[in-house]
């Protein structure tokens, strides 16, 4: 099965297409990708998204999947906001 593996920073996107077994699991994508060692990723602290959805490591994949390495937040969302509140008064 066809499957990709992306890691996106903000100048630049790594994009790995991949050819797997069926059964292969988000895990098995992202250690196949080479991804981890390329950006020099932890693979204990790793946050997977398939469609802008977070799913665990042990997410069965299907035919095009497109396995999204996630970043933490820069910025607490709530936190940002308040901060913008107190500005704008």
Same mark, same amino acid.
């Given at each position: ?7 996106? @920073? =903000?100048?630049?996107?790594?994009? *790995? ?6 059964? !292969?699991?988000? $895990?098995? %994508? ?5 991804? @981890? =060692?390329?950006?020099?990723?932890? *693979? ?6 398939? !469609?802008?959805? $977070?799913? %665990? ?23 940002? $906001? ?8």
């Amino acid at each position: 099965m066809r499957v990709e593996v992306v890691y996106a @920073l =903000a100048d630049v996107q790594d994009i *790995v297409v991949l050819e797997l077994a069926e059964g !292969a699991v988000a $895990r098995d %994508a992202v250690a196949a990708s080479g991804v @981890l =060692a390329r950006h020099g990723l932890n *693979v204990g602290k790793l946050m997977l998204g398939i !469609a802008g959805r $977070r799913v %665990a490591p042990e997410h069965r994949l299907r035919e095009s999947d497109r396995v999204e390495i996630l970043r933490p937040l820069a910025a607490d969302p709530n936190e940002a $906001r308040r901060q913008r509140a107190r500005r704008g008064r």
